[in-house]
């Protein structure tokens, strides 16, 4: 099964649709829970980075009966460094993103913890794309 | 519809159902649906929340209570009366007038529900210290099935403790025990201020057997001892009543009675929606540093509970000045620790997550997109019409071959144009649905 979710960047207060209805999705499929929750943590801190850092982008989810592949691609000022954006703790986060709870620096650190397989294809000035792949 | 090993505490009595749909429209996990002009109930689906029962105008919904005159098949008769039954009434009717109509209508000792509220705040502090978090209440019986029903992955966080009607009811059956009265003599019934208590007390969660008899249903017998009442009927028995109870016990039904005694960060949440969303929130671990949920589905807690008729805010009001006149605590904690502090523990509760497809994922998968591009055929403005709550659950429902797609009125117009489907067949289905009868016109 295919989906797909634009999100719009600066929209903090729309992210996490995309992995709340793919939460649903797979409860609906009676994947297992903790299946799930990875799926959702991962999810959730790749969204939230494009509404944090980039200007907009597309969320891809491909189910089926052996797990979940998600694309995110996002058109922003991709990532210069990518073994120092994947270190826990680092973030280019600005104040006021800070201040709403969100840039701690934890989010891709989280992602790679909860996939069986993740990859960052970004180009600095075009826009970053995340896959992430999760077995059920 | 499907067979269940659980207790069921409602039936839809079809030859008073006229088949209206408002139940269908309310229920939280859409476990209902109209055909042949009457209300059918997925058994497994339900989890005894009773917004169907409020809403229905024809009182078809009935609920599977005991009937009363069981009470007297035992020698002693004990009633545990929930601090809300007396909320029911009006304030000038002083509760010892209330106690002596119970005695009078054939119970032999009375004690508050809420008696067991003290030690189990002890022991509730004490579990947290080693419990995941946030714990979440196990007093509300459709919260719990809720969770095992739409949130499997939060079962784990529900508190292994039991309830305070079962602690009390615990108690008595100790102390008849100590008292040296057999155990076949001894009849412990509950006064259920909602459905959900039933199915907890007939088919509880956690491997644990509940040792209450009999479950009366509370706008039942609050109209029984209102008529006694009004009718002034001479008062020839005499009843015991165990009258401890704190101020703590009182208030603990009511919307933060039982989280303000938690330390930590707790917060209280009522009403069925509003506990859907804080789950929710919590199942995407948005949630953080949260010590203890109290969770109620009624609004107002069970001053708000289907089976009590008065105004919730009113009641929930009469509990608080009922508490002001009690004491913080009650003579009788001790030996509530003493005794019961052994059983208070349940074990974990198990999900019971709704199969909305099929166990086979590929078969799922399957399906789920087939109700997907069917879903795109209706209209999406959950008429209702087909009998189904919504187009979603239209389309679920015809992939797992229980409806049909010409149950929905829009499409059956546009074949019917088309010439695919003659009005005959249209309105044989609409009846099929709806019922024969229903339009022929009643005087
Ligand atoms: N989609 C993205 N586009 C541009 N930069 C990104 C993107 N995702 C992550 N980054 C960069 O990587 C850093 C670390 O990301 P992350 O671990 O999620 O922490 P945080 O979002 O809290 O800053 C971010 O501060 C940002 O500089
Ligand atoms: S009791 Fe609640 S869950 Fe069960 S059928 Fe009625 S509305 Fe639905
Ligand atoms: S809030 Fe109280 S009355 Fe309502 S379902 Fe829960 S326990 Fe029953
Ligand atoms: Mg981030």
């Not at chain 2, 929930?82 to 009434?89: D, I």
């Not at chain 2, 429902?397 to 010409?406: G, M």
Request: aromatic share 8%.
């Amino acid at each position: 099964m295919h989906l797909e979710y634009n999100v719009e960047g600066g929209d903090f207060t729309r992210a996490g649709y995309a992995s709340s209805q793919i939460k649903k999705t797979l409860k609906q499929l009676n994947v297992d829970a903790t299946v799930i929750k990875r799926v959702v943590v991962a999810l959730y801190e790749a969204e939230v980075n494009i509404v944090a850092h980039a200007y907009r982008g597309v969320i891809y989810a491909d189910i089926n009966g052996a797990g979940i592949q998600l694309r995110l691609a996002d058109e922003g000022p991709g990532i210069a460094d990518v073994d120092m954006a994947m270190k826990r703790g680092f973030s280019t986060a600005s104040r006021e993103v800070r201040e709403m709870g969100f840039g701690a620096g934890m989010g891709l650190p989280n992602i790679s913890e909860n996939a069986d397989n993740f990859s960052i294809d970004t180009i600095v000035g075009k826009g970053t794309t995340l896959n992430i792949e999760i077995k059920f | 519809m499907s067979q269940t090993t659980y207790h069921r505490a409602l039936e839809i009595m079809s030859d008073i159902c006229i088949g209206c749909s408002h139940c269908m429209k309310v229920c939280p996990t859409e476990a209902l649906r109209v055909s042949g002009g009457k209300a059918k109930i997925h058994v497994d689906w339900c989890i005894d929340c009773g917004e169907c029962y409020r809403i229905c105008p024809t009182r078809a919904i009935r609920v599977m209570d005991d009937d009363f005159k069981h009470i007297f098949d035992f020698k002693h008769r004990v009633l545990l009366v929930p601090s809300v039954f007396y909320a029911q009434f009006d304030e000038n009717i002083s509760k010892e007038k209330i106690y002596a109509i119970i005695g009078e209508l054939g119970f032999t000792e009375i004690c508050a529900v809420e008696q067991s509220v003290d030690s189990l705040l002890d022991e509730e502090n004490e579990y947290l210290k080693t419990a995941v978090k946030p714990a979440i209440s196990s007093f509300c019986p459709s919260v719990i099935r809720l969770i095992q029903v739409r949130f499997p992955s939060l079962v784990d966080h529900i508190m292994q403790l039991l309830p305070p009607i079962e602690i009390t009811a615990q108690y008595y059956k100790n102390k008849f025990k100590r008292e040296g009265i057999p155990e076949n003599d001894l009849g412990i019934f509950y006064l259920t201020p909602c459905i959900g208590k039933i199915a907890a007390i007939k088919s509880p969660v956690g491997g644990y057997t509940s040792p209450i008899n009999g479950v009366i249903n509370m706008d039942f017998f609050f109209n029984k001892v209102f008529l006694a009442y009004k009718q002034r009927i001479p008062i020839t028995q005499t009843v015991k009543v165990s009258r401890e109870i704190s101020s703590k016990g009182v208030l603990f039904p009511t919307t933060g009675g039982e989280s303000v005694h938690i330390e930590g960060k707790t917060l209280a949440i009522d009403g069925m929606a509003n506990v859907i969303d804080f789950l929710e929130m919590l199942e995407n671990e948005e949630i953080e540093g949260m010590d203890f949920l109290e969770l109620r589905a009624c609004d107002e807690s069970c001053a708000g509970g289907i089976l009590s008729h008065r105004n919730r805010f009113l009641m929930a009001n009469s509990m608080k000045e009922y508490a002001c006149k009690m004491p913080v605590t009650h003579n009788l904690t001790e030996d509530y620790k003493k005794y019961c502090s052994a059983v208070i523990h349940m074990e974990k509760i198990e999900p019971r997550s709704m199969v909305k497809y099929d166990r086979d994922i590929e078969v799922a998968l399957k399906k789920m997109e087939g109700a997907r591009e069917l879903k795109l055929l209706f209209p999406g403005i959950d008429c209702g019409a087909c009998g189904a709550p919504s187009c979603e659950a239209l389309a679920e429902d015809i992939v797992k071959d229980q409806a049909d797609i010409n149950s929905c009125i829009f499409l059956r117009t546009l074949y019917e144009k088309r010439g695919e489907m003659s009005l005959e067949e249209t309105i044989a289905i609409m009846e099929n649905i709806w019922g024969k009868d229903r339009f022929i016109k009643k005087k």
